[in-house]
């Protein structure tokens, strides 16, 4: 294709001898596939001697060229014998490959569906896919999982050993507050594969590999163990530190809670990037979200004791 126009449809091995008939040098050592795509380019086309102003120069020229070719007239002669054997078959060759793969579908899969398998069975390769994806990126999973570590015992430093008295409460909300969001605010680079893995999951889509739907229910399923891992770690460091109430009980609700924030911010952050063009703007929704959800969620700065602070 040149400028949207066909220039050449045949057999590959011919299609270096074509072009060089035409007037185009392609020198020994350049494969096939780069001299073809040179062509096209002004920067890179080379002319055998003798055919500077002979050969085609622009996508109208190579396209009439192509059809004036014999090859164009070998294809148009294979496309009438195609045409004339599906008159004369009756189109058999059709109905025994749509009968075909109707018959490979899975039980439970309409007729009419592009895929072969169901919903379920997408939704397991997506899912067994995702962690291959994940295994690949374990690097950057054990720098998180050292992030979650360090910066919790040093947040849980500043709160280390708080009273059970009431002029506690206000450090102890602002440590399970630090619990709720420290793991939603890593989870902002689901985003970045949110946005730049749209472009797989739709060819995917248009091969009738599975539905994006299975993908993203793949995604929301992975995130749960990856997630109980980091809230675990995050919830154990900065609940005893801190010395919230030692009860099991009340631990394992911190706990939920802290996984409930994180998965919940983590669905936020793709639901923006779905509706953001590119990744730019799926970034700054997922911040500029983030920072509503800090403004509304209800803990502000004590006013008496920053004015006291401030006067110090």
Not at 27 to 46: K, M
Not at 157 to 181: A, C, D, H, R, W
Not at 186 to 194: D, F, M
Not at 294 to 305: A, D, K, N, S, T
Request: aromatic share 14%; charged share 20%; with cysteine.
């Amino acid at each position: 294709m040149d400028e949207g126009l066909g220039i050449y449809y045949g057999p590959t091995s011919m299609a270096r001898q074509y072009f060089r008939d035409l007037g185009y040098e392609a020198p020994g050592r350049q494969t096939t596939a780069d001299f073809l795509t040179s062509i096209t380019d002004p920067n890179e086309v080379q002319y055998r001697e003798g055919f500077d102003t002979r050969a085609p120069r622009t996508a109208g020229e190579r396209e009439q060229a192509w059809k004036a070719s014999k090859l164009y007239k070998l294809l148009e002669d294979e496309l009438a014998q195609y045409d004339l054997e599906v008159v004369k078959t009756g189109a058999s060759d059709a109905y025994e490959m749509k009968r075909i793969v109707r018959s490979d579908k899975n039980k439970g899969v309409n007729k009419g569906s592009n895929y072969t398998v169901s919903f379920l069975a997408q939704v397991r390769a997506c899912a067994a896919r995702q962690l291959l994806v994940k295994w690949s990126q374990r690097e950057d999973q054990y720098v998180k999982l050292f992030t979650i570590v360090s910066i919790s015992l040093m947040i849980s430093s500043m709160f280390f050993n708080q009273p059970n008295e009431t002029i506690s409460v206000y450090s102890k909300g602002g440590v399970m507050l630090f619990g709720g969001l420290f793991n939603g605010w890593l989870q902002l680079s689901e985003a970045i594969e949110a946005v730049s893995g749209r472009i797989v999951i739709q060819k995917h889509k248009t091969f009738g590999f599975h539905r994006p739907s299975a993908m993203v229910l793949a995604r929301g399923l992975i995130d749960i163990p990856l997630l109980l891992l980091q809230c675990f770690l995050t919830s154990i460091i900065l609940y005893f530190m801190a010395n919230l109430r030692r009860d099991a009980g009340a631990f394992f609700i911190f706990y939920l809670y802290t996984f409930l924030s994180a998965y919940n911010l983590t669905a936020l952050y793709r639901l923006l990037s779905a509706l953001s063009p590119t990744f730019n703007e799926a970034i700054r929704f997922s911040v500029l979200a983030l920072n509503v959800i800090l403004v509304f969620v209800g803990y502000v700065i004590h006013r008496p004791q920053s004015e006291s602070s401030f006067f110090r």
